[in-house]
């Protein structure tokens, strides 16, 4: 599942995605709405922008890490800035399961990691 | 008569012994003082002597005595023995009348001072006419140094069988030591001028070395600025970045555009954006003190695998390579990922100056030395203080092109953010600040210089690695 308020990136995203014919993706472009929609979702793997308008992308992880389902969601964060520094380090350090990309991202790259993920998860 | 002798003593001035060839000296310890005795002498034997104008002795030492200048007279038939002193002349030196009457002058002063007054009395007499001697220092047993101004006079009476020495002379101590003050004065004047004149110099250095300061802080100002504004940006920039690779890669794969030069335009969109990625990264580098991540490198190989990096735009471009890669060259503590972004940059400058002229040549060249004094980097800018020293082992990447090179009133520009002499959407102007930075945070040095011939001779040094 993507969560990204740029629409367009998540659309083109989800288009690359599907195309591979390996994934099922749900789109939340909303931050507010973002935890329920994931809820709602529950997906083997969340793609999660950092900062977005209204609510922290910290700020969901840490919510998600409250809920006894989603609490060993492999959680992949594409971060428009450019290293963990820059996020509110607890979330960050009290997830396992969570994996920091750089934007722009290419999808060689991302398809190895979603993979990593899964793999763990299983 | 008595009345009179007390008038003479006040001032006793007059040693009629003296004028008579006697011995003529006065008894110190008789209280009656010289002057009486004269007195009395005088009246009984010597009043014709003394001018017939005046009605007595008492009324010409009167006058004497109440004289503004110092007179004496020596006897020089009588080993020039004092016969006269009057009152001003006590003054002046301290003296007395009773101290001095009847006394030579080897009585009464150093030898040295004596000499000096007899030689001088026996000058004027051998040339019996007026001296004026316009200084004398002497040394007054009780005023210490004085200085006079004197005029001697000879008078020579075969008849009366006189022979004496007239002295008239003026305290010149103060004058004299006015002028001393003066002239010390002028010399401190003139010392003070020189200071000052030194001060003068020693300021305007300082005031120059704080514009110079000023520019740097101007300089590092807008860098740091540059920086917070390239924080904020990088975010906004890179989310359309990762949208644009995104349309990339769907276009990419697998889809058959029936135009051959799709898969190309997509490898080109796809560097453009890692491109653009780069420089963003490196700008928020360069804006934020985020700690290098320093390995020893190997230089050489480092250098041709960043050389590979642009083997497009030199091919491309037609550009010939050569390197001269020296031997033995020590590894270097850098930070590849960034130093890779240093290299490409100049390579990339350097290709940008040749392109569109035939025959392009981009040399490189790697070589180490010690640092030799006077030749560690004073770049101007540069906050983190120079850490390479005369006698320190350095590498040093030298890129030479044969471009268009700079001209001499923009290579001061040429490291300041956004200044670039390259259409929009070809040069950002950021890519030498960053460098520049790059290399700081390294401890480095990077000079750019025009060549004699033509183009660009960038030229990078590092400190070697302490150990290999
Ligand atoms: N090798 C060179 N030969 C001639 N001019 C050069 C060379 N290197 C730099 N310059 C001049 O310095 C300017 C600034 O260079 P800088 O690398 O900072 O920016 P840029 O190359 O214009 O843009 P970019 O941000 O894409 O690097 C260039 O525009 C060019 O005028
Ligand atoms: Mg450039």
């Not at chain 1, 989800?14 to 099922?24: A, C, D, I, Q």
């Amino acid at each position: 599942m993507l969560v990204d308020d740029e629409e367009g990136f998540t659309n083109l995203l989800r288009m690359n995605l599907e195309k591979t014919g390996l994934f099922e993706v749900g789109v939340e472009n909303e931050a507010d709405s973002a935890v329920d929609a994931i809820r709602a979702f529950k997906p083997d793997v969340l793609l999660l922008d950092v900062v977005m308008p209204g609510v922290d992308g910290g700020d969901i992880v840490a919510q998600l890490r409250t809920d006894p389902e989603l609490k060993n969601l492999p959680i992949i964060m594409l971060t428009a800035l450019i290293s963990r520094e820059e996020l509110s380090p607890d979330a960050v350090a009290e997830s396992e399961n969570l994996i920091m990309l750089s934007k722009p991202v290419n999808m060689e790259m991302l398809l190895k990691v979603i993979e990593a993920s899964l793999g763990k998860k299983a | 008569m008595k009345d009179d002798a007390a008038h003479w003593g006040e001032g006793v001035c007059v040693d009629p012994g003296g004028l008579k060839g006697h011995d003529g000296y006065m008894n110190r310890e008789d209280e009656s003082a010289a002057g009486a005795t004269m007195a009395e002498r005088n009246e009984d034997t010597d009043n014709h002597r003394v001018s017939t104008t005046f009605r007595d002795v008492g009324m010409l030492a009167t006058v004497f005595n109440n004289l503004p200048v110092a007179v004496f007279c020596k006897d020089a038939s009588n080993d020039f023995r004092i016969i006269l002193w009057n009152k001003k002349n006590a003054e002046i030196t301290g003296i007395s009348a009773e101290e001095a009457l009847g006394k030579t002058d080897y009585d009464l002063f150093i030898k040295e001072t004596a000499d000096f007054f007899r030689n001088i009395d026996k000058v004027v007499l051998s040339n019996g006419k007026l001296l004026d001697v316009p200084e004398e220092k002497m040394d007054s047993p009780n005023m210490g140094k004085i200085y006079l101004h004197t005029i001697k006079v000879p008078i020579v009476d075969p008849e009366r069988g006189l022979k004496l020495i007239l002295g008239i002379c003026e305290d010149i101590t103060e004058k004299k030591k006015a002028q001393e003050q003066l002239r010390e004065l002028g010399e401190n004047l003139s010392e003070k001028e020189k200071q000052l004149l030194k001060l003068n110099e020693n300021l305007s250095h300082a005031n120059e070395e704080l514009k110079a300061t000023q520019l740097q802080l101007i300089q590092a100002e807008k860098m740091e600025s540059v920086g917070r504004l390239a924080a904020g940006v990088a975010h906004e920039v890179k989310n359309p970045l990762a949208l644009l690779l995104m349309g990339v890669e769907y276009l990419s794969d697998g889809l058959d555009h029936g135009d051959p030069h799709v898969p190309q335009v997509l490898i080109e969109m796809r560097e453009a954006v890692d491109r653009a990625d780069n420089i963003i990264r490196g700008l928020v580098d360069f804006s934020s003190s985020r700690q290098l991540d320093l390995k020893a490198t190997e230089l050489n190989s480092f250098v041709q695998n960043a050389l590979l990096l642009v083997r497009h735009e030199l091919t491309r471009s037609n550009i010939k390579v050569v390197k001269h890669l020296g031997s033995d060259i020590p590894k270097v503590m850098i930070d590849k990922a960034k130093m890779e972004q240093v290299l490409v940059n100049l390579f990339i400058n350097a290709i940008h100056a040749m392109e569109g002229h035939e025959g392009g040549k981009l040399e490189v060249r790697t070589s180490a030395k010690n640092l030799k004094r006077g030749e560690t980097s004073h770049d101007e800018g540069s906050r983190s203080g120079h850490q390479m020293r005369s006698g320190d082992r350095v590498v040093t990447i030298e890129i030479l092109d044969t471009g268009t090179g700079i001209p001499d009133d923009k290579i001061e520009k040429i490291f300041d953010p956004f200044y670039t002499s390259k259409p929009t959407g070809i040069g950002t102007g950021l890519g030498l600040t960053v460098v520049k930075k790059i290399v700081e945070l390294h401890n480095g040095s990077l000079e750019i210089q025009n060549r004699q011939a033509k183009g660009v001779r960038a030229t990078l040094t590092f400190k070697a690695c302490d150990e290999s």
